[in-house]
């Protein structure tokens, strides 16, 4: 099972509108991956994006890469995955950006803010799952169960009678139906079609460092 800094899911990425992001990814996997950052535009900058052998060759076991990820105008919940095949699987995390320093959300603030990661667990080897298919033609298998936050249930409810602002990522296999809203900003699209103003990027970077590693976990049936 390959994870993110010994973690399932990966580790969230906090960032305010206008930020500039630098994620040194070391891969100490067995096979090459790469990072994408999903809904961040990226404006001149494709060479971070991370499409595997389109916009980068994978990064190969035992090296690393810098990714420089430019938010321009992206606010609220987004996320981050590998774009290498099976590997999105086990290898993602959410991306939470908050408004420019100076600014807020155009609502009332939340007693509370939660990120709800949607995944996929498989008791079988998913790199083998894949390459079986691939060899028969067919469609792989989907998985074994479904989680939250790396488990199988609801463990964050909201409390009784306060306002709460979930942040929805769903980094589900290829073919697994469950759609309950694309992960590109919660309430990007609300605010501009009531032509909110937006405040200068605050320009201030942030670092954060992700290290690939294979490694077995306990099973979830």
């Not at 790469?34 to 060479?47: A, D, S, Y």
């Not at 590997?87 to 807020?104: C, D, E, F, K, L």
């Not at 769903?170 to 590109?184: D, I, M, R, V």
């Not at 670092?207 to 049936?221: A, G, K, N, P």
Request: charged residues 15%; negative net charge; glycine residues 10%.
């Amino acid at each position: 099972m390959l994870t993110v800094n010994g973690s399932f899911p990966g580790p969230t990425i906090h960032a305010r509108r206008g930020d500039t992001i630098y994620v040194n990814v070391h891969n100490e996997g067995e096979y090459g991956v790469t990072i994408h950052w999903h809904g961040v535009k990226q404006p001149r900058n494709p060479w971070s994006d991370g499409p595997e052998n389109i916009t980068q060759c994978p990064i190969q076991p035992g090296k690393n890469f810098t990714y420089e990820v430019i938010l321009s105008n992206e606010e609220g919940t987004l996320w981050w995955h590998a774009h290498s095949d099976w590997s999105r699987a086990t290898v993602h995390g959410a991306i939470v950006i908050s408004p420019a320093r100076g600014t807020t959300y155009p609502f009332p603030a939340p007693h509370a803010e939660q990120t709800i990661i949607l995944g996929s667990w498989f008791k079988d080897d998913l790199k083998a799952i894949i390459d079986d298919a691939l060899a028969a033609g067919s469609e792989p298998a989907i998985s074994n169960s479904l989680t939250i936050n790396g488990q199988p249930g609801d463990l964050y409810p909201c409390s009784a009678g306060k306002p709460c602002m979930p942040g929805l990522v769903h980094p589900l296999s290829s073919g697994e139906a469950l759609e309950l809203g694309h992960g590109h900003g919660s309430h990007c699209e609300e605010r501009q079609n009531k032509g909110y103003k937006y405040a200068p990027s605050s320009g201030v970077p942030a670092v954060l460092l992700l290290i690939l590693c294979s490694r077995v976990d306990q099973m979830i049936v």
